[in-house]
């Protein structure tokens, strides 16, 4: 863990986000939080790293999600050098 944004506020906005029921709880909350290109950005690199674990080329991606290569390889630094965080979700959510 990045000992960076381990902070109170952090720690208070997960436990916002842990608070959320359903779907339509987080859509009110994130339109909320953060501005549509943010939400949006967070949507697309949460794509990438699907894509990427499915073993799709940076091409592919890139023309599916309009993503850079900048921001796929960002991605892919952090699936494989990262805190396991998206596998965690991925397992989770079985995808």
Do not use: P
Request: glycine content about 4%; some cysteine; hydrophobic content about 35%.
């Amino acid at each position: 863990m990045n000992k960076k944004i381990k902070t109170e506020a952090v720690d208070s906005l997960f436990d916002a986000i842990l608070s959320l029921e359903n779907r339509d709880e987080c859509y009110s909350f994130f339109e909320d939080l953060c501005t549509v290109n943010e939400l949006l950005s967070l949507s697309q690199r949460f794509e990438v790293a699907a894509m990427l674990k499915d073993h799709k080329t940076y091409l592919e991606i890139a023309e599916k999600t309009g993503a850079s290569t900048a921001t796929i390889s960002r991605v892919n630094r952090s699936l494989n050098y990262g805190n396991d965080g998206y596998d965690l979700v991925f397992k989770r959510i079985n995808k």
